[in-house]
């Protein structure tokens, strides 16, 4: 079992570029050490209304390690 609902969290990280992302999602798990990451989901699309522009996001789903 992964834990309580209460337990689980969520961090939402968006960019241009894949590389944006890639910076993003290192330096918050360099950061949080105590992440215990369960899943990074992540999204490419792009919007035509605005000459095709590259949008990517990034779902972190994580479970902090309890406090001691």
């Known amino acids: 079992m992964l834990g309580?609902?209460?337990e689980i969290k969520t961090l939402f990280v968006d960019g241009n570029c894949i590389g944006d992302i890639e910076r993003?999602?290192?330096?918050?798990?360099e950061v949080n050490k105590t992440w215990g990451v369960i899943d990074i989901?992540?999204?490419m699309l792009t919007?035509?209304?605005c000459d095709n522009q590259l949008y990517v996001t990034a779902l972190i789903i994580y479970k902090e390690a309890?406090?001691?």
């Open 66 to 68: 309890p406090h001691e």
């Open 47 to 49: 919007d035509p209304a």
């Open 41 to 43: 989901k992540y999204q």
């Open 4 to 6: 309580k609902a209460s």
């Open 24 to 29: 993003q999602l290192n330096s918050y798990l």
